[in-house]
């Protein structure tokens, strides 16, 4: 070979030198430098996690009957098979689930990354939509149709306010890092309880996800299962409703409001609650509001619900707080006993009408009562006497022993949200709320009979009868008996929680269970439709003024038997008229229901003096 | 025929890295695909390589007892027939991949394109060689330039860019060793740069300009051109130093590597061999190209040096582009690694091209005493 070819061979093979050096160098920088970067992507590549959902917890009431469980649902999901989404699938589902197509479209273009996982286009489709797809299932492709489990609410609109449903957020970032604390990372878009008990035993009733992690294929197809982490399923919750109860309530809430506006012709009575409570544990056995709502098509209809005047959304028994009138006088009366200037046998003339402090102050239709004890004056209900030991004992004691009711505080309930604490009519509260203005003596006989700045919610009612009975303990007011993981193993079990003990003496508490027991008794205010129950009860009627030119509230706080409480309660329907023919039938109707298991009817007296 | 002389000269070394490549080969293709479904027998592919290395050392034997300068006297035979068979496998051959590219014939398709690089080397060391090293008109070029023209166009018609852009290397190679002028040199890459966008507007077909464009951002469209070379490279930069071990390509096992036992069986070796094992057979590479352009510097004649050159260029112009494509330096084009990628009329061609180059190793002038 001659030298200029053989020069030119080398340079041939420097050239294949210097490149297989470019490619070492190559080759370097991505299996060394960049490796773990493209380790990190291979592993990507092959593995998937798929998340096992916990079934949720049901919920059952206090004699283990389902309120809430769930039921499998049927969802549609489309998948990529490898070749992209079928144009004509998408066009089919969209006419079948009635999604625009553009919203489907807008959905797989966000997931073009994730094309293995399906894509979940509807929830809870009906059977005739299934029958639709089957139809079809020879023209769509990478449809498919699992089962997720859905809530179902047996109860239907029964205890809504008390269950709360499932939404998807939002959810702010306190309670995020609440939940963080107890071991659920919240993800957006998660369904989780918006109100009730779903809402604030949320973490408990979730319970925890698995995970199960998979290996896949480039079709995403799974090849290997791998490590699996079962889901824990939630606890299922035992309420302290009473089903029966809670229904035999909310029926004669909303049988005695139509009547009231049917028969009575009184169009503005509208929404109404009742609560009953154990006195002796502060365990809500029912809860009932009227209008309520049904939780299965709740979220078909929360658009009308939400824009509905009565706002059948709001939980009023601890949400709304009214002037509780006449029903507030064992306030008034302990005051005036436990501060002395008054006893039980003190007699007080009722003239009908009074001259006090440049005011004139009735009793209801200007009745003359005449002379009354403490007991003959509750049992009436007359409203002079009571101005009397209102002004005996001065606003402060007054708004002093309101207080020891637990009155103007939250009640301690955990098991809901959105308490409000009402308001004590005060010397204090009003020159918050004036800007300095000073109390009146006038003022002082309004506060006396429940009305003045006085607001209090349905469920402090309730405990305040449920406090005069159990001899003065406030009990946290609870809806969770218990929780039971999926083993069965009872998890957390309710115990009665003594709050605090009211300063107020026995002897006291006595008179004014006396004074109450005479309302339900011959001549009492409630005694036309108590009359007929087997078991000794105690109560006060009221029927609170409210501004403008409505009807009064309608109330009833009591609660049976008298010597042995089983049950406190509280009842109050807006503008019901007065107590003894609005709240206090379905007192009566709820009590019967209560101990005979049965509603036969109260039969109405005549003979009784009308009464607020 | 054969003499103790022949025997002292055979290349041995060349003999051993080739069979350390099929080997190798060989190897790797038993661990790509030895999961694949749908297979008759998990050995099927590696049964067929190594029985068409069988018949390439065959081959490679029976073209190491005829004396190389024979082939001259064949050379207008060769061309002549190969060409009947380009033209034919236009006419009957079986389509892949959107292409004409092979004639099936009993237990195996034969691939004219694949036959045509060894033709052509003969072809063009048979014309250059008479020219003693000296090219000084540019008319000299002329039947060096047709006699590729004619196999490159019936294989571009199939269309197969790939296999058509060997000639082309191997011509520019071949030419340069023959001594073209510098300005000769210049001339035909510059009309072919000038011709550039007429290829890439009348000629290319939309699947190959796809490739090109792939390759320039290949994370552009990670689910569809930029797919393969985005997986392939994955696969590479996850073997990392040492590399997974044989048989575990997670890659190749999840189906993520297309073509994974053709085209992009470098990716599978870095995978699990890792840079240590991707470093070592490139070396192998390059000891080959090394070896082979040793031989032509020892040969006898022109047309001895001339062979050795084209084949020395063949290899090394497949395993720049093949390894280039899996490491993303060059375009997806296509092209089979020498020895490694499962292709039965590479292997045959390649170990033929071999025998050659052993051919001219064994006859060429060196005093033995």
Not at chain 1, 544 to 566: I, K
Not at chain 2, 255 to 269: Q, R, S
């Amino acid at each position: 070979m001659n030298k200029p070819m053989l020069r030119r061979v080398r340079i041939i093979l420097i050239i294949a030198i210097i490149t297989f050096i470019i490619f070492a160098g190559r080759l370097a920088y991505l299996q060394v430098v960049k490796h773990d970067y493209y380790w990190y992507r291979a592993e990507k590549n092959r593995y998937t996690k798929i998340t096992l959902p916990a079934t949720r917890g049901e919920i059952y009431d206090s004699e283990g009957r389902l309120l809430v469980s769930n039921r499998p649902g049927f969802v549609v999901s489309l998948m990529d098979m490898g070749e992209g989404y079928d144009p004509e699938t998408v066009s089919y589902l969209s006419e079948i689930l009635q999604i625009d197509r553009e919203e489907i479209e807008e959905a797989i273009e966000g997931r073009l990354y994730m094309r293995y996982l399906p894509l979940r286009l509807k929830s809870d489709i009906t059977n005739e939509t299934i029958a639709r797809i089957s139809e079809y299932r020879w023209k769509l492709k990478g449809v498919n149709i699992d089962i997720r489990p859905i809530r179902e609410y047996r109860a239907g609109s029964s205890a809504a306010h008390v269950l709360g449903f499932l939404g998807e957020g939002p959810v702010d970032e306190a309670t995020r890092k609440r939940w963080a604390e107890e071991g659920y990372q919240y993800n957006e878009g998660d369904l989780v309880g918006q109100e009730g008990v779903e809402r604030t035993w949320e973490p408990f009733l979730r319970g925890v996800d698995g995970e199960q992690l998979i290996e896949i294929n480039n079709m995403g197809q799974p090849i290997n299962y791998l490590e699996c982490k079962e889901p824990v399923p939630g606890y299922d919750l035992y309420l302290t409703i009473d089903l029966d109860l809670q229904k035999a309530a909310e029926e004669s809430l909303a049988r005695r409001v139509e009547y009231i506006i049917n028969k009575e012709g009184n169009k503005y009575a509208g929404r109404a609650s009742a609560v009953i409570l154990d006195p002796n544990s502060g365990a809500i056995l029912a809860m009932a509001n009227y209008p309520s709502y049904d939780l299965n098509t709740f979220h078909e209809k929360y658009q009308e619900l939400s824009e509905d005047p009565r706002r059948p959304l709001v939980n009023s028994a601890i949400q709304a707080s009214y002037p509780i009138g006449s029903t507030f006088k064992m306030v008034t009366a302990t005051a005036a006993l436990e501060k002395g200037v008054m006893s039980d046998r003190d007699i007080i003339r009722c003239p009908g009408v009074v001259r006090l402090y440049g005011d004139t102050k009735t009793c209801y239709r200007s009745t003359a009562h005449g002379s009354l004890n403490f007991y003959r004056a509750l049992a009436v209900s007359c409203n002079i006497y009571f101005y009397h030991a209102g002004l005996r004992a001065g606003i402060d004691a007054v708004a002093h022993y309101a207080r020891e009711y637990g009155f103007g505080s939250s009640t301690g309930i955990t098991d809901l949200t959105g308490e409000s604490p009402g308001v004590v009519a005060s010397r204090e509260y009003k020159a918050e709320v004036t800007g300095g203005e000073q109390w009146y003596p006038a003022e002082t006989m309004s506060a006396a009979i429940g009305q003045s700045y006085n607001s209090i919610t349905p469920l402090q009612m309730a405990n305040y009868a449920a406090m005069i009975a159990n001899g003065g303990t406030h009990y946290r007011p609870y809806l969770v008996q218990k929780a039971v993981d999926s083993k069965g193993q009872v998890a957390y079990a309710a115990e009665p929680e003594p709050l605090r003990q009211a300063q107020i003496s026995a002897k006291t508490l006595g008179i004014i269970r006396e004074g109450m027991r005479a309302v339900t008794r011959p001549r009492g205010t409630a005694y036309a439709y108590f009359s007929r129950l087997p078991v000794t009860s105690a109560g006060k009627t009221g029927s609170a003024e409210v501004h403008g030119n409505l009807p009064a509230h309608s109330l009833f706080v009591g609660y049976a038997p008298y010597e042995n409480p089983q049950i406190a309660m509280a009842v109050i329907v807006e503008h019901g008229g007065i107590g003894a023919t609005g709240a206090v039938p379905i007192a009566a109707e709820i009590m019967e229901y209560y101990f005979t298991g049965k509603i036969e009817g109260v039969n109405e007296t005549d003979d009784q003096p009308p009464a607020d | 025929m054969i003499n103790r002389r022949l025997i002292r000269n055979f290349d041995f070394y060349l003999l051993l890295a080739t069979i350390a490549l099929c080997a190798a080969g060989t190897f790797t293709l038993y661990s790509a695909t030895h999961g694949m479904e749908g297979l008759p027998d998990p050995l099927y592919f590696v049964k067929r390589q190594l029985l068409f290395i069988g018949v390439g050392a065959a081959l490679m034997l029976l073209v190491c007892f005829i004396d190389y300068v024979n082939f001259k006297n064949w050379t207008a035979y060769l061309y002549v027939a190969n060409l009947i068979l380009l033209v034919l496998v236009l006419v009957i051959g079986e389509v892949e991949k959107g292409a004409m590219r092979r004639i099936p014939i009993g237990f195996f398709d034969l691939q004219p394109s694949e036959i045509a690089k060894v033709v052509i080397i003969i072809t063009l060391a048979c014309l250059l060689a008479e020219k003693e090293g000296k090219l000084p008109y540019f008319q000299d070029l002329l039947p060096a330039l047709g006699a590729t023209a004619l196999p490159m166009v019936l294989i571009f018609l199939q269309p197969d860019l790939g296999t058509s852009l060997i000639y082309l290397a191997i011509l520019l190679g071949m030419l340069y060793v023959a001594g073209v002028q510098g300005r000769h040199l210049g001339l035909l890459i510059g009309s072919g740069l000038a011709a550039a966008p007429l290829f890439w507007f009348f000629l290319l077909e939309e699947y190959q300009k796809n490739r090109l464009l792939a390759f320039i951002n290949p994370e552009m469209d990670p689910t569809g051109k930029g797919w393969q070379l985005l997986q392939s490279i994955i696969g590479i930069g996850s073997g990392g130093l040492l590399g997974k071990g044989p048989f575990n390509s997670t890659q190749v096992r999840l189906g993520f590597l297309p073509d994974h036992y053709t085209d992009m069986i470098f990716a599978v070796f870095g995978e699990e061999m890792g840079y240590v094992g991707a470093v070592a057979l490139l070396l192998l590479y390059l000891f080959l190209i090394y070896r082979i352009l040793w031989i032509a510097t020892q040969a006898k004649d022109q047309f001895g040096a001339l062979l050795c050159c084209g084949v020395a260029v063949m290899f090394f112009f497949q395993v720049l582009v093949n390894i280039g494509m899996t490491i993303s330096v060059m375009p997806v084009t296509g092209i089979p690694l020498p020895f490694m990628s499962y292709g039965n009329n590479a292997l045959l061609v390649n170990l033929t091209s071999i025998g050659l180059v052993l051919n001219v190793a064994m006859r060429r002038h060196k005093l033995q005493f």
